[in-house]
């Protein structure tokens, strides 16, 4: 919305400039004697589509293999919530000494998360993604305090389930938001 607006303050002879970030975020702004870019400039006078291109930075094979580990792995720490969702379920309904199992696993949880954090900012992954990551971290790190805190404040340790509630439903968002920047990717390459 903010774009049309700046956009349609434009005189006639105005040349712009945009230029997408990469990260969800496009910048625009005249273009001045200091500022000449290539096919980055957008000529408000003519019509034809061709000039009004916008220049995509090729991604390095680093990223792009981290893009799709990231992708993998949080499917992963997905169904690893549901694995540990278990182990609580047997331990809550068949046999208490499934409790070892569930406190272990959860150091597995602990270090995907940590993985996924680094791996939003090796693969140059959008700011929000990359809260969304961070976000995930400190559940995690919530998920462990709440199970840890003494019996006086109990009802603070309620909070547990709840906030692996959250967690999986913030993973499940990730797999969403990170399955729809994919496929705009995909989008834009086969139409430029």
């Known amino acids: 919305m903010l774009f049309k607006l700046a956009v349609k303050r434009l005189r006639e ?3 712009v400039v945009i230029v997408d970030t ?20 957008v000529d408000r006078k ?29 499917k992963i720490f997905a169904i690893c ?19 070892a199992s569930h406190t272990g696993f959860a150091r597995l949880l602990i270090l995907v998360s940590i993985l996924l954090l680094a791996l939003s900012f090796i693969a ?5 993604l990359r809260m969304r990551s961070a976000g995930l ?10 199970a ?11 909070l547990h389930p709840v906030l ?6 913030g993973t499940v968002s990730l797999i969403q938001k990170t399955d729809v920047i994919t496929k705009q990717k995909e989008s834009a390459k086969q139409s430029g």
Do not use: C, H
């Not at 559940?139 to 709440?146: F, M």
């Open 148 to 158: 840890k805190l003494p019996s006086g404040i109990g009802y603070l340790s309620a």
């Open 137 to 146: 971290f400190g559940i995690i790190i919530l998920i462990a305090v709440s």
């Open 81 to 99: 919530i549901m694995i540990q969702v278990f182990l609580a379920g047997l331990a809550v309904f068949w046999s208490p000494a499934q409790w």
């Open 124 to 128: 140059r992954l959008p700011l929000s």
């Open 22 to 41: 990469g990260d969800g975020i496009i910048q625009f702004g005249y273009e001045s004697e200091d500022l000449k870019m290539s096919n980055l400039s």
């Open 164 to 169: 692996a509630l959250l967690l999986f439903f």
């Open 13 to 15: 002879e105005d040349t």
């Open 46 to 74: 003519e019509s034809k589509a061709e000039d009004r291109t916008v220049e995509r930075t090729a991604l390095s094979p680093l990223v792009v293999v981290a893009r799709l580990v990231f992708k993998a792995a949080v």
